[in-house]
């Protein structure tokens, strides 16, 4: 039974599809943000540039990218009622009112070997309460967009 789960286990690593997440910053600035981890059975040369691609395709304005570190970092983008339902769900109280909301992808590619790669993604959603706070509320991601990001990488990676 070990071997078997053992097995299953391995065979998840080799196909690209395990992941992991752990929690990352929380606070007023940095928003709810779970951090998801997966392999990428492409070198560091190839996702770099997909990244990138699938970052710019989305009007995600790109606030840093550091190639040496892998890390790219977007600007918050404005994001309407629709998506922040779509994309997290909202601390709510009593008076909450969540009308409009801002979102920021951060994602980091690491280096395995040289077909093979690591890319995290941790999506910061705020919405903002129009209700008795006038502020901005942290939102949890629901892993819609990380899994947007991750999709259009695998779909670039697939056609070159």
Known sequence: MKRLALALLLGCFVMGCAGAATQSGS?????????????IPHGFDDVWPAVLETINDQAWGIASATRDA???STEYVQIGFDEVN????CEMGFDTQIMRGRMRVEVTV??????????????????WDEGAKKAWVNCSSTGKVE??????VNRRLSIR
């Open 27 to 39: 606070g007023s600035d940095s928003g709810s943000s779970v951090e998801t981890v997966k392999k």
């Open 70 to 72: 892998g890390s790219i």
């Open 86 to 89: 779509e994309y997290s769900r």
């Open 110 to 127: 690491g280096r395995q070997s040289l077909y093979e790669s690591t890319m995290a993604v941790a999506v910061s959603i705020h919405g």
């Open 147 to 152: 899994d947007l990001i991750f999709d259009g």
